[in-house]
């Protein structure tokens, strides 16, 4: 005879099941409210009963299972106010739902690797590759509010304005904080730029399949490791002898060649193969990605998970996305496109799970925030 808890446990899985097949993914504009209402209704349902249970008989399943319920019943809340509003709003709604999707991603990124960080040891390659993104998000949602001109859309392009300026003042400060400081401070700063990098491609790169790695990032990380080095060489010719900085520069010129062959390999794969294969496999990566989460923070308490782990699965599953969204403004696949859609669902997912961990981990700490 089944349990309480696996009843309601089923109802459940049976609303997200309804709810995945009548709504996620699905055009806003064409979606029906009555029935994103019985839904809501009957999740509500689902938690009031698990309330009435004695606080006493709640054992850590009842507990989860609340938990997956709570978080299941803002998430359809949340889609019937962007339904309603898309309704009200137009065609135009949908295109700038994904702009403002887009703009808060890269909000989430900067929050986690720049937002109260030492500015010495930011890496500034990825502030200036964030700052683009936010210009093009800028520039799309212009051109949609010449089509529709709505206050929602105008406060939205305003918060993305007000990021991109920061942004770019972040970057002059960044630069400022790691030229100051003694010579020898400044080549251990080099250092840590150098390792940052370093650990940038292991994450990234090493041992992963060539053919869904994206070029222009190992680019990225090849170009920064060259103005570290070039830095480096300058501290030394000056006269700056510190042996660390000298084994640095054999290091960094090491791993410059080691990326530049891998580089030149993983366009050689792309080149080989054709788009549609490259977004199956970046489907695959994706897929590879979810499963980590699963195993490594689902269902885990939150006081519990690693930051560091979290935010790296964040950033890789970010490549991915990009990735599959520079292809579908290249070649139309239907595949890709719904690929494109639950990956962006899933980031968003985590990128909310990274900032509730933070809240979590900063109450148990009486309110000091951990690091990631």
């Known amino acids: 005879m089944a349990t309480i808890v696996e009843n309601l ?32 209704k009957r999740a509500s349902s689902v938690l009031q009963r698990i309330d009435q249970i004695p606080s006493a008989a709640q054992g ?19 889609e019937r106010t962007a339904i309603q509003r898309a309704q009200e709003v137009g065609p135009s709604f949908e295109a700038f739902s994904q702009e403002a999707t887009n703009a808060n991603l890269v909000f989430a990124r900067y929050g986690r690797h720049f937002a109260g960080k030492d500015r010495s040891t930011r890496d ?12 093009q998000i800028d520039k799309r949602m212009t051109a949609l509010l010449e089509e529709s001109k709505t206050q929602d859309f105008e406060r939205d392009r305003k918060v ?11 970057i002059e ?9 003694t010579p020898e401070q400044r080549a251990s700063i080099l250092a840590t730029l150098a ?55 054999s290091i960094v010129e090491d791993r410059l060649k080691v990326y530049d062959t891998e580089l030149a390999e993983i366009r050689k794969v792309r080149q080989a193969t054709a788009m549609p294969d490259i977004m199956g496999e970046l489907g695959g990566a994706a897929n590879k990605l979810f499963d980590e989460y699963r195993s490594g923070f689902a269902d885990k ?19 991915i996305r990009r990735q ?49």
């Open 160 to 170: 993305v304005k007000d990021n991109l300026a920061q942004y770019q003042s972040e």
């Open 173 to 181: 400060q960044i630069e400022n904080a790691q030229k100051s400081g």
């Open 60 to 78: 850590p399943e009842l507990i989860r299972l609340r938990e997956a319920a709570t978080q299941n019943l803002g998430l359809y809340s949340q």
């Open 301 to 319: 308490p939150r006081t519990q998970v690693d930051l560091e782990k979290l935010g790296k699965v964040c950033d890789k599953l970010a490549e």
């Open 195 to 249: 390792n940052d990098q370093f650990a940038l491609y292991q994450a990234h790169f090493a041992g992963e399949p060539r053919i869904s790695r994206r070029p222009a990032l190992l680019m990225r990380i090849v170009s920064s490791l060259k103005k570290v080095h070039e830095r480096m060489v300058s501290y030394r010719d000056g006269g700056l002898d510190l042996d660390f900085n000298t084994k640095n520069i």
């Open 324 to 372: 599959m969204n520079e292809m579908s403004w290249a070649e139309e696949n239907e595949m890709n496109a719904r690929n494109l859609e639950i990956v962006t669902e899933q980031l968003v997912m985590f990128e909310g799970e990274f900032e509730a961990v933070v809240a979590a981990k900063s109450q148990a700490n009486g309110g000091s925030k951990p690091t990631a």
């Open 9 to 40: 446990g089923k109802e459940l899985e049976e609303l997200d099941r309804e709810y995945a097949s009548s709504f996620a993914g699905q055009s806003r504009l064409t979606r029906d409210l009555d029935l994103l209402d019985n839904i809501i």
């Open 124 to 135: 500034l390659a990825l502030l200036g590759e964030l700052v683009d993104e936010l210009k």
